[in-house]
């Protein structure tokens, strides 16, 4: 079941084109990765997605209700992320929570501070509850910015950056969460991150969107292969000698090979001739130690996605 | 419009204006100076109303009196007679500083100061429809700046009648005039002030710039201060009644574009 369906979204601010003709689609419990340069038109996406702002054409609907028309009904059943963690400083973290709780319809008083704590448990924010958000670390204001956006339980969920600021234990403590959130209870999350390690364990596809349109959309892997441009594998013998790498030249599939750091790196023109290259080589009577599939990061792949746009 | 939802973002602002000391003092200043330090420098200090410049104040006011007040009056040392000029016609428009200067420093932090902290795009981005949060925003300067007023009314009135009326033999206030102002003319000066802070809002980056600009608003008030003063006019029920409505017709048209100001992607896309 589709999560999120955009269709030609559009946005124009004074006949600058911020975002052109987005067309995308993001299945129920899917974690769908926004990257692009800044100035791409990411934040302007997620308004439009989050129906904070009226795309100029085209519409996107959001758990079935659409951002122009169900604008009301679309932000009930979402929870945002911002750029800024949008706290009221002078009010405690537990008042933070309580007033977005209400505000989203948590109305059960029982209900509301079982979730508050649950949350502030979970972010270790709890015996700072009572302080105001403003004497809070940078780390502990976007910990309670995501406690924020997770408090009536939206079934899709959009974050803006949500390591950002994060020292390394927090910041693997919300990957593991959104990793929960996706799997065990089908939440959908739209990551707008620059911190492509981010994407690339997370997201199960990733859109690059420059200069307000889609480059690519694709899994992360995908996006790696197709930046490699073909199937290169790494493969380690326990002897190099000749044989084995004229048995590995002529094996099906194979394009290129070459010998470098005493291993044969070999092109091929899928994954799938990898058996049978194998095959070859130890019918030539070679001993193969290792075969590893090279691919460029996705931090390569993202890089030359945009340069080559 | 859902009134539960206008009044949550009613009760978060108002607790965050009273941990905010920057529009906090103001509000508690300015009722102390005029509730307390007025009354009793007047009433105490006799060269602070006898002096020669106070005696043109009795020349050019007393002539506009009513009638019956006029011939009260003679009845007392021209000493007393200044002292109420003073007390109950004198500092009268300064009590509708108070609902304009108190509703227009919560207005800016309501408006512009959300929008300088960038607590603003979390707020819209929740379900509250744009009335509810209007009216919210609204309501959090009005009561407060209406609490003030009607406060500091009581208090005043106490503080004068206490002070004067061993001297008078009766409570100089409250009295019909006073009514009117605080019960309809205040009310009316405090939308005026918000009205007037959602457009300024609406135009600036931040809280400061935005109360500058608020503050501006005190004018007319001393247009009517110096009005009395020259003997242009003298606020009887009847004038206030006229300036409410005056000021009522002001306040609509300034909410009329207030509300086409209110609108979320203006907001987001002023503060980028």
């Known amino acids: 079941m589709e999560s999120i369906v955009a269709e030609g979204l559009t946005k124009r601010f004074n006949g600058f084109t911020a975002v052109d003709s987005l067309s995308f689609k993001v299945e129920q419990g899917e974690i769908f990765g926004l990257l692009g340069p800044n100035g791409a038109g990411k934040t302007t996406t997620i308004r439009m997605l989050a129906s904070l702002i009226q795309p100029t054409e085209g519409d996107a609907y959001v758990g079935g209700f659409s951002v122009r028309d169900d604008a009301l009904r679309v932000r009930e059943i979402i929870g945002i992320l911002t750029e800024n963690p949008s706290l009221y400083e002078r009010l405690s973290a537990l008042e933070n929570l309580e007033f977005f709780a209400r505000a989203y319809g948590v109305d059960d008083s029982q209900t509301r501070d079982a979730r508050i704590r649950e949350l502030l448990e979970f972010f270790d924010l709890w015996d700072r509850r009572g302080d105001r958000a403003g004497t809070f670390s940078k780390g502990m204001k976007q910990k309670l910015a995501l406690a924020r956006a997770l408090v009536h339980q939206p079934s899709t969920l959009y974050l803006d950056e949500p390591t950002s600021g994060l020292d390394p234990k927090s910041a693997k403590d919300i990957r593991d969460l959104m990793e929960r959130l996706s799997q065990r209870e089908g939440q959908t999350i739209l990551l707008s991150t620059h911190r492509l390690e981010d994407a690339e364990r997370l997201c199960d596809r990733v859109m690059i969107i420059n200069r307000g349109g889609a480059v690519s959309v694709a899994s992360p892997r995908e996006l790696r292969q197709r930046a490699t441009g073909a199937h290169v594998v790494k493969v380690g013998l326990r002897e190099l000698a000749e044989p084995f790498s004229r048995a590995a030249e002529v094996a099906e599939g194979v394009k290129a090979l070459d010998i470098r750091d005493g291993a044969l790196h070999v092109t091929m023109a899928d994954e799938g001739y990898t058996p049978g290259l194998v095959r070859s080589i130890v019918d030539a009577g070679g001993s193969v130690m290792y075969v590893v599939p090279l691919e460029v990061s996705l931090e390569e792949a993202y890089l030359k996605v945009i340069g080559g746009e | ?272």
């Open chain 2, 1 to 272: 419009m859902r009134w539960s939802k206008a009044v949550l973002v009613f009760k978060k602002d108002v607790g965050e204006v009273a941990r905010n000391w920057e529009v906090m003092a103001p509000m508690i200043i300015l009722p102390v100076i005029l509730t307390v330090l007025i009354p009793v420098i007047v009433t105490l200090v006799p060269d602070s109303v006898n002096g020669p410049n106070n005696a043109n104040l009795v020349d050019s006011m007393l002539p506009n009196l009513p009638a019956a007040v006029k011939e009260m009056l003679s009845a007392f040392p021209e000493g007393l007679q200044m002292t109420y000029i003073m007390l109950v016609y004198f500092f009268a428009p300064f009590f509708l500083i108070i609902p304009l200067m108190v509703a227009g420093v919560i207005a800016s932090d309501s408006f512009a100061g959300e929008k300088e902290r960038k607590t603003i795009e979390a707020l819209l981005a929740a379900p509250f429809t744009d009335g509810e949060l209007l009216i919210g925003k609204i309501l959090a300067s009005f009561a407060p700046a209406m609490g003030a007023t009607l406060i500091s009314f009581t208090l005043y009135t106490v503080m004068v009648d206490a002070l004067t009326v061993r001297r008078f033999g009766f409570l100089l206030l409250p009295n019909l005039t006073w009514v009117v102002m605080i019960l309809f003319l205040a009310p009316a000066a405090s939308l005026l002030g918000i009205g007037a802070t959602v457009i300024i809002s609406s135009r600036v980056k931040g809280f400061r710039e935005a109360q500058q600009l608020s503050a501006l608003l005190v004018v007319p008030v001393l247009a009517l201060l110096i009005g009395q003063a020259v003997g242009f006019l003298i606020m009887g029920p009847v004038t206030l009644v006229v300036l409410t409505v005056l000021v009522l017709v002001v306040d609509a048209a300034l909410f009329g574009v207030g509300v086409s100001l209110f609108n979320r992607e203006r907001i987001l896309s002023q503060g980028h």
